[in-house]
């Protein structure tokens, strides 16, 4: 049984920095991409960004410079650290875990394991 669980939303001042968790367990070996994806409200779900086990990383244009996504394999955790933060970065954020043979990192479509979303507001 799969389970993502994210934690450290919350709210922030535009500038301020937050780090997320999402803390996996369950998924199969043949994992190979985890993702960051966020979605506000009346948008579309974007992929913010993705590592994959061989350490290939990949970011929206939106956040390149600010966000830096890592995981710590012995504990089965994915972070996002967040930084300079701004009003458009609020929404739901979600991890998620694809397995071998993603050709898009960023695309939702490729991701079967979802977690239950952490709020970020940046105001």
């Known amino acids: 049984h799969v389970q993502l669980v994210e934690s450290g939303g919350g709210l922030v001042q535009p500038g301020g920095s937050l780090r997320l968790s999402c803390a996996a367990t369950?998924?199969?070996?043949?994992?190979?991409?985890m993702a960051w994806f966020r979605q506000a409200p009346g948008k579309e779900l974007e992929g913010v960004a993705a590592?994959?086990?061989?350490?290939?990383?990949r970011y929206a244009d939106s956040v390149k410079g600010r966000f830096t996504i890592s995981r710590d394999n012995a504990a089965y955790t994915l972070f996002l650290r967040m930084n300079s933060l701004k009003p458009e970065d609020s929404g739901m954020y979600y991890c998620?875990?694809?397995?071998?043979?993603?050709?898009?990192?960023?695309?939702?479509?490729?991701?079967?394991?979802w977690g239950q979303g952490t709020q970020v507001t940046v105001s």
């Open positions: 369950g998924l199969p070996s043949t994992t190979d991409f």
């Open positions: 590592l994959n086990r061989d350490g290939y990383t």
């Open positions: 998620a875990a694809a397995e071998l043979g993603l050709t898009d990192a960023l695309s939702s479509t490729w991701y079967k394991y």
